[in-house]
Nanobody, 126 residues
């Protein structure tokens, strides 16, 4: 049974930075793609970023390209470095584990993930 625990959220001013972490508890971490999603108040959850192995397999929503960077270590943690934050980035951020081993055809598809964290709140003020 995989468990995911996010941390690193908080309150930051516009233009600032935060780094989110997602700790993966379970086996075969390196076999699975991982994703970050977010949900703002009153809105549907949306894809933010996904990663399989390395810099050649990172995927981003258009809204965060050039500002956010997803990465992972070899052991058990996925990161989301968020720079140049905007008030519209305010949301609860979730990490998720792919339901399939290896390559993912559509990182933005929520049904492609089978484990989710509890979320961490990110609030960006003007």
């Amino acid at each position: 049974q995989v468990q995911l625990v996010e941390s690193g959220g908080g309150l930051v001013q516009a233009g600032g930075s935060l780094r989110l972490s997602c700790l993966y508890s379970g086996r075969y971490f390196s076999n699975y793609a991982m994703g970050w999603f977010r949900q703002a108040p009153g809105k549907d959850r949306e894809f933010v970023a996904g990663i399989l192995w390395s810099t050649t397999s990172m995927h981003y929503a258009d809204s965060v390209k050039g500002r956010f960077t997803i990465s992972r270590d070899a052991k058990n943690t996925v990161y989301l470095q968020m720079n140049s934050l905007k008030p519209e980035d305010t949301a609860v951020y979730y990490c998720a584990k792919s339901a399939v081993i290896g390559v993912v055809s559509d990182y933005a598809k929520e049904s492609g993930y089978d484990a989710w964290g509890q979320g961490t709140q990110v609030t960006v003020s003007l």
